[in-house]
């Protein structure tokens, strides 16, 4: 549901001042603010007029919503982008999740600028037939709330009306490091209030989340409060690497070595609270000067080249486990287990489910590094696996405690295998359940067949037969 612009708002915008002749008209990256000090920014009611543009000039990739009022009621403007004509990706699979927000601190405009952009790019992109633009929209829901802190933003301003730093004020180790008006309480404002249930409702399942501000060009992930590095280091390392060999030399690093001990930010409550890998980007602090100002793509086109890069790439911000085979030998099932995504995860198991759901076996815990392939044991008691049934994995998205549980079906071509002695000496080999079954019987094995195209080798040399 959008609110619509009524007259008040347009009174309002009476009063402000018309865009900087310095800006192209024409420019598709035109910045919609105006000079104020040495700034160059854009109000409330100019951002609520554009955005109610993009909604109702796109339908079919624009959903306008908002996410609640700053203190002084404002809207607090949610621009959510996907092809809304698939509730899904093209494939069936669920889409990715991505949230971004701008202007936690009222004064710091190009933060509030790139989150501007992180919208902009995607919708000119898709009306334009850019193929990244439309891939993006067509398989990811990106939430981008662009101004935080209305109130701040329009008396330029670091605070909001209460003089409260918001990214002070969200409930993770609130008010234990040395700060400055991190308000009454986590969550006393609005403002941030707002910003919590708004994730908490609508994107528990994302897996970037990135909040944008200005001041020192750097990327900062978890923690601000400790100086150690953080559960998932290695997909943060990873991201960090990848950036910096070929787009960018920004640096990313942990909050605390790269900026200062900092505690109640939605950085780490998003992270900390709800398990998302999280970024804080910080643009450089030259703000448009009147008089230099450039063409927005411009000025904020390296930090939206790393921008693009995260958001293409989200399908990797998590672990996905992928089962290469099952072998049960007697009393012991081992486990072949690749993981597709740059997470790792710390508290995988494997289950056995039967037709109606119920688990009628699970593996204990066992952890997966990102990127490889990982071969675990587990001693079983076979005739758990007598019924018809199928595999399942359980396991976390990321290391940290707060990631979201997924439990998933192995896929029904993965080769599972029972390997077991016969009265006469024999070794026989056969598959569990169809569709997952492969029969195979073998005299004088020595090794287990584990891939399916083994089993068809088998076949051709007419050493057994398989029921598939």
């Known amino acids: 549901m959008r609110v619509a612009v009524g007259l008040a708002l347009c009174m309002l915008l009476a009063c402000v001042p018309t865009a900087s002749a310095q800006f192209d008209p024409e420019s598709l990256y035109a ?12 109000t409330w009611a100019a951002l609520t007029l554009e955005v109610n543009e993009w909604a ?11 996410a609640g009022e700053s203190e002084l009621g404002k809207t607090l403007w949610v621009v959510r982008l996907s092809d809304w004509s698939m509730d899904t990706k093209p494939n069936g699979s669920s889409k990715e999740i991505v949230y971004i927000d701008g202007g936690h601190h009222g004064n710091e405009y190009l933060g509030t600028a790139l989150a501007w952009l992180s919208a902009k790019w995607y919708i000119d992109g898709w009306v334009n037939g850019n193929e990244e633009a439309i891939n993006v929209l067509q398989t990811t829901e990106l939430h981008i709330l662009i101004m935080l802190n209305p109130d701040g933003n329009d008396i330029d301003t670091r605070w909001n009306i209460n003089q409260v730093d918001l990214n002070r004020n969200y409930d993770h180790y609130w008010n234990t490091c040395p700060t400055t008006q991190p308000g009454s309480s986590a969550f006393s404002e609005a403002e941030t209030a707002a910003n919590a249930a708004y994730i908490n409702e609508y994107v528990t399942d994302a897996d970037l989340y990135v909040t944008m501000h200005t001041g020192v060009w750097i990327i900062l992930y978890p923690w601000g409060k400790w100086p150690e590095q953080p559960p998932d280091w290695e997909l943060f390392w990873s991201i960090r690497d990848t950036v910096n060999a070929g787009i960018s030399d920004i640096p990313l690093q942990n909050a605390n070595q790269g900026l200062y001990p900092n505690c109640g930010t939605s950085r780490d409550y998003g992270y900390g609270q709800m398990g998302f890998p999280t970024f804080t980007f910080e643009t450089d ?5 009147p008089g230099s100002v450039e063409n927005l793509n411009d000025r904020l086109g390296e930090e939206m080249d790393v921008m693009r890069y995260l958001i293409d790439n989200v399908w990797y911000w998590r672990a996905r486990l992928v089962v290469q085979s099952i072998t049960i030998d007697d009393d012991t099932l081992t486990l072949d287990v690749a993981n597709h995504g740059e997470a790792s995860t710390a508290n995988a198991s494997l289950e056995y489910h039967s037709p109606t759901g119920e688990v009628l076996w699970a593996s204990s815990l066992f952890g997966v590094n990102a990127t490889n392939s990982t071969v675990v044991s587990f001693e079983v008691d076979d005739d758990a696996f007598e019924g018809p049934g199928s595999w ?4 976390q998205k990321r290391v940290i405690n707060a990631a979201i549980w997924v439990n998933e079906t192995v896929d029904g071509n993965t080769t599972v295998m029972m390997v077991e002695e016969d009265e006469g000496g024999f070794l026989t080999g056969y598959g569990l359940f169809n569709p997952l079954a492969v029969i195979l019987s073998l005299v004088g094995v020595s090794a287990l067949v584990r ?17 598939h």
């Open 392 to 395: 399942n994995l359980n396991y």
């Open 56 to 66: 109702d000039d796109h339908p079919d990739i624009v959903d306008l919503v908002s």
């Open 285 to 289: 602090d030259e703000q448009f000067v």
């Open 31 to 42: 910045w919609p603010g105006d000079p104020v000090d040495s700034h160059v920014h854009m």
């Open 451 to 467: 891939r399916e195209h083994d089993v068809e080798d088998a076949l051709r040399e007419g050493q057994s037969n398989s029921e």
